[in-house]
Nanobody, 119 residues
């Protein structure tokens, strides 16, 4: 069982910046990839950024060059730095990871944190 707790959401003006954090429970954080997803009202949840155990990163086209995902294995924490925010970035942002347990893959999600980009 993995618990994920996000923080850092809020209201920001277009063009502004915001940083999100996600703390994971457990001792094997460094071994697994972490990801940020988001879900806007009326839309499907979508992947925003992923970071592997070796810190390779993948970004959605819509956030490339504006968002940066990073991790601190000593703190069991993954970060999402969001710059040049746009109104279309408004969504609930979720932290996600996965674990293999008994041959089955289990996904774990945080509770989500609201990001609102508006003037």
């Amino acid at each position: 069982q993995v618990q994920l707790v996000e923080s850092g959401g809020g209201l920001v003006q277009p063009g502004g910046s915001l940083g999100l954090s996600c703390v994971a429970s457990g001792s094997s954080f460094r071994l697994y990839a972490m990801a940020w997803y988001r879900q806007a009202p009326g839309k499907q949840r979508e992947m925003v950024a992923t970071i592997t155990s070796s810190s390779d990163t993948v970004y959605a086209d819509s956030v490339k060059g504006r968002f940066t995902i990073s991790r601190d294995n000593a703190k069991n924490t993954v970060y999402l730095q969001m710059n040049s925010l746009k109104p279309e970035d408004t969504a609930v942002y979720y932290c996600k990871t996965a674990r293999m347990v008994g041959g089955s893959l289990y996904n774990y999600w945080g509770q989500g944190t609201q990001v609102t980009v508006s003037s």
